[in-house]
């Protein structure tokens, strides 16, 4: 693996193929501190987060990829849409359970 800055840009280059999970979250990671976007939630491990959105809506979705129930931290105040709740500081996410989270247009400016 090797990185390299040229004039404004920076560039990852990665030749191999890593078993251990962690090393890709430790690279994404780095990239996404390199191009200076910094997420909306930081999910468990175990957790995925992903953002969706036009100039109507911005949704949340979090998909929790372990048999344990998870409690991952979101926006506080937003509608969860498959129960219709408004969120928490968390949201509970069972064995292999789905929220989606709307939250304000603007938000998406910031990950994904």
Same mark, same amino acid.
């Given at each position: ?7 404004? /840009?920076?560039?990852?280059? %990665? ?5 251990? *999970? ?6 994404? #990671?780095?990239?996404?501190?390199? !191009?200076?976007?910094?997420?909306? %939630?930081?999910? &468990?491990? /175990?957790?995925? !987060? #992903?953002?969706? #959105?036009?100039?109507?809506? *911005? ?12 409690? &991952?931290? %979101? &926006?506080? /105040? ?9 969120? /928490?500081? *968390? ?7 789905? !929220?989606?989270?709307?939250? &304000? %247009?603007?938000? !998406?400016?910031?990950?994904?």
């Amino acid at each position: 693996m090797t990185r390299n800055e040229f004039g404004d /840009g920076i560039g990852w280059y %990665v030749g191999t193929i890593v078993e251990e *999970t962690e090393f890709y979250d430790k690279l994404i #990671a780095s990239v996404l501190n390199d !191009a200076e976007i910094r997420p909306i %939630v930081q999910p &468990p491990p /175990g957790v995925e !987060a #992903a953002t969706r #959105a036009s100039a109507e809506r *911005t949704l949340l979705f979090l998909i929790n990829h372990t048999p344990e129930q998870q409690t &991952p931290s %979101v &926006p506080l /105040g937003n509608r969860e849409l498959l129960t219709g709740r408004q969120t /928490g500081e *968390t949201v509970k996410l069972e064995p292999f359970g789905v !929220a989606v989270v709307e939250l &304000p %247009v603007q938000s !998406a400016k910031s990950s994904d």
